[in-house]
């Protein structure tokens, strides 16, 4: 497992700059097609392209924003994406997998501090996640690992409204200490809107082991997960308003549908450039007891 990670990771550095940006030459003017233009500045922009203009000494574009024309520069100009490439989160909710693909696309990520992610797509329908917990306080061998594979179709494009609905499939392995294995089977489906998405999973626990001895140090608790447990879960992902960059993001777990109190609810906010996100939020436990959940993704170009 540890070298599936590595290899991901030495992947990850190879993969080409600025994967689904484009570059000024290729801009199409139309009313239909909206970009987002990120200045050197910082300052982002969301427009229409009316000229591409072309000189000796300058080449820059001509656009049509919420405030009026305006006209930028080459120089000036750090990243241009469609507006619809620009959120580049939208595989998963917080932890929970949309059925939307990584795609082109590419992250690494730091979860609750301790959880160290990588993901990466594979074509428009393969998508590869591994992680592991890398605590200083914590033995080697009782670290946790995990990796998820999921395939990816876009199954509906409806007509009358801008959505799409996409179809998923999957399983992921995970290792609580080197010695308890846990594997899930999931199918999911995600109905992707122009401001939200709307995720929903239904998973399986297979495997032979039932009983878990969770070790930390010298310390072990007992946990009972049966073969056999269909579990479900529902995610959101919406945007506020016209803000490119701040969301509301929300789960909910249940992973035994026999028992209620076996659920997870999950609420919080996310802030995301297509360089950088960072979740903020809480979850709720049915006991009852809440914690918070965070986390810091960067996607490189």
Request: hydrophobic content about 45%; proline content about 4%; glycine content about 8%.
């Given at each position: 497992m540890r070298k599936i990670i590595v290899m991901l990771l030495l992947l990850i550095g190879f993969l080409p700059a600025f994967a689904g940006a484009i570059h000024i030459e290729n801009l199409m003017p139309s009313e239909d097609i909206e970009y987002v233009f990120r200045l050197t500045n910082g300052d982002v922009l969301t427009a229409t392209v009316l000229e591409v203009i072309s000189g000796e000494e300058k080449t820059g574009v001509k656009l049509k924003t919420m405030i009026g024309n305006a006209i930028i520069y080459e120089n000036e100009i750090a990243e241009i994406r469609l507006r619809e490439d620009y959120y580049r989160?939208?595989?998963?909710?917080?932890?929970?997998?949309?059925?939307?693909?990584?795609?082109?696309?590419?992250?690494?990520?730091?979860?609750?501090?301790?959880?160290?992610?990588?993901?990466?797509?594979?074509?428009?329908?393969?998508?590869?996640?591994?992680?592991?917990?890398?605590?200083?306080?914590?033995y080697p061998d009782q670290q946790i690992t995990l990796a998820n594979i999921k395939g990816s179709y876009h199954a509906v494009r409806f007509e009358d409204i801008p959505a799409d609905l996409y179809i998923g499939f999957g399983g992921n392995l995970a290792f609580l200490n080197d010695d308890n294995r846990l594997v899930h089977y999931y199918v999911n489906s995600t109905y992707l809107g122009d401001k939200s998405s709307v995720t929903a999973?239904?998973?399986?626990?297979?495997?032979?082991?039932?009983?878990?001895?969770?070790?930390?140090?010298?310390?072990?608790t007992p946990v009972i997960y049966p073969d056999g447990t269909f579990g479900i879960g529902l995610g959101l992902d919406t945007k506020?308003?016209?803000?490119?960059?701040?969301?509301?993001?929300?789960?909910v777990w249940n992973s035994d549908v026999n028992k209620p109190t076996s659920s997870l609810i999950m609420l919080g906010l996310r802030l995301a450039g297509t360089k950088f996100s960072a979740d903020f939020g809480l979850a709720f436990f049915m006991e009852p007891?809440?914690?918070?959940?965070?986390?810091?993704?960067w996607t490189p170009m």
């Amino acid at each position: 497992m540890r070298k599936i990670i590595v290899m991901l990771l030495l992947l990850i550095g190879f993969l080409p700059a600025f994967a689904g940006a484009i570059h000024i030459e290729n801009l199409m003017p139309s009313e239909d097609i909206e970009y987002v233009f990120r200045l050197t500045n910082g300052d982002v922009l969301t427009a229409t392209v009316l000229e591409v203009i072309s000189g000796e000494e300058k080449t820059g574009v001509k656009l049509k924003t919420m405030i009026g024309n305006a006209i930028i520069y080459e120089n000036e100009i750090a990243e241009i994406r469609l507006r619809e490439d620009y959120y580049r989160h939208s595989s998963r909710v917080y932890l929970l997998p949309t059925a939307l693909p990584i795609a082109d696309d590419h992250y690494l990520g730091n979860f609750e501090l301790g959880l160290f992610m990588a993901g990466v797509g594979i074509t428009k329908y393969v998508s590869v996640t591994v992680g592991r917990t890398i605590l200083p306080i914590v033995y080697p061998d009782q670290q946790i690992t995990l990796a998820n594979i999921k395939g990816s179709y876009h199954a509906v494009r409806f007509e009358d409204i801008p959505a799409d609905l996409y179809i998923g499939f999957g399983g992921n392995l995970a290792f609580l200490n080197d010695d308890n294995r846990l594997v899930h089977y999931y199918v999911n489906s995600t109905y992707l809107g122009d401001k939200s998405s709307v995720t929903a999973t239904v998973f399986y626990k297979a495997g032979s082991q039932e009983y878990f001895l969770f070790h930390y140090k010298n310390e072990f608790t007992p946990v009972i997960y049966p073969d056999g447990t269909f579990g479900i879960g529902l995610g959101l992902d919406t945007k506020f308003s016209d803000r490119n960059d701040l969301r509301f993001i929300g789960e909910v777990w249940n992973s035994d549908v026999n028992k209620p109190t076996s659920s997870l609810i999950m609420l919080g906010l996310r802030l995301a450039g297509t360089k950088f996100s960072a979740d903020f939020g809480l979850a709720f436990f049915m006991e009852p007891m809440a914690v918070p959940f965070f986390s810091f993704v960067w996607t490189p170009m």
